[in-house]
């Protein structure tokens, strides 16, 4: 069974740093990309980043290029998203997400797994 | 980067009723179109990929349609198990992926 568990939420001030973890198992890791999508309070969802299986190839919405940085250690089946100079729009449940298919990382993805998510806040 | 545009963000309907729920593409994604179905508090689900590919478990009163601009989601017979919101994403640009605004389906 594919299971996909966040961790690493919480409150932090503006200007701060925070990463999230996504453990991922159930499914061959080093295969797939893997994503983070993320929701604000109320609102609709919103693709962060993406990184290809071997973790060679990464890619960034423009809302947090240059402030975050997502990574993955196949060893430990493990997804990560480094979050640098936090704003308050940054607010929201963070999901780590498994794409379906083996090879893709952007163009032609969908997203098979979800995981439960993490609540980051970003406030003073 | 491509915009995407659902219709109506939300609607009233009855258990049994036929709902339909519309996508736009600010340009053409050929058939690089999925839905997904989100309840409150949950993660979404995928429904519908490459804008009319059934994922596997997905019940079959649930289909989807169209390719370039346009695309549509169909629930041919709703069930009380279906109110939820429910979001488009395109993945055609290389640029990045770009979910719609969402759709919530209520009850009447």
């Known amino acids: 069974e594919v299971q996909l568990v966040e961790s690493g939420g919480g409150l932090v001030q503006p200007g701060g740093s925070l990463r999230l973890s996504c453990a991922a198992s159930g499914f061959t890791f080093y295969s797939y990309a893997m994503s983070w999508v993320r929701q604000a309070p109320g609102k609709g969802l919103e693709w962060v980043s993406a990184?290809?299986?071997?973790?060679?190839?990464?890619y960034y919405a423009d809302s947090v290029q240059g402030r975050f940085t997502i990574s993955r250690d196949n060893s430990k089946n493990t997804l990560y998203l480094q979050m640098n100079s936090l704003r308050a729009e940054d607010t929201a449940v963070y999901y780590c997400?498994?794409?379906?298919?083996?090879?893709?990382?952007?163009?032609?993805?969908?997203?098979?797994?979800w995981g439960q998510g993490t609540l980051v806040t970003v406030s003073s | 980067d491509i915009q995407m545009t659902q219709s109506p963000s939300s609607l009233s309907a009855s258990v049994g009723d036929r709902v339909t729920i519309t996508c736009r593409a600010s340009?053409?994604?050929?058939?690089?179109l999925n839905w997904y179905q989100q309840k409150p508090g949950k993660a979404p689900k995928l429904l519908i990929y490459a804008a009319s590919s059934l994922q596997s478990g997905v019940p079959s009163r649930f289909s989807g349609s169209g390719s370039g601009t346009d695309f549509t989601l169909t629930i041919s017979s709703l069930q009380p198990e279906d109110f939820a919101t429910y979001y488009c994403q395109q993945s055609y640009s290389t640029l990045g992926l770009t979910f719609g605004g969402g759709t919530k389906v209520q009850i009447k």
């Open positions: 340009q053409s994604i050929s058939s690089y």
């Open positions: 990184i290809s299986g071997g973790g060679g190839s990464t």
């Open positions: 997400a498994k794409v379906a298919d083996i090879v893709v990382v952007v163009t032609a993805t969908y997203f098979d797994y």
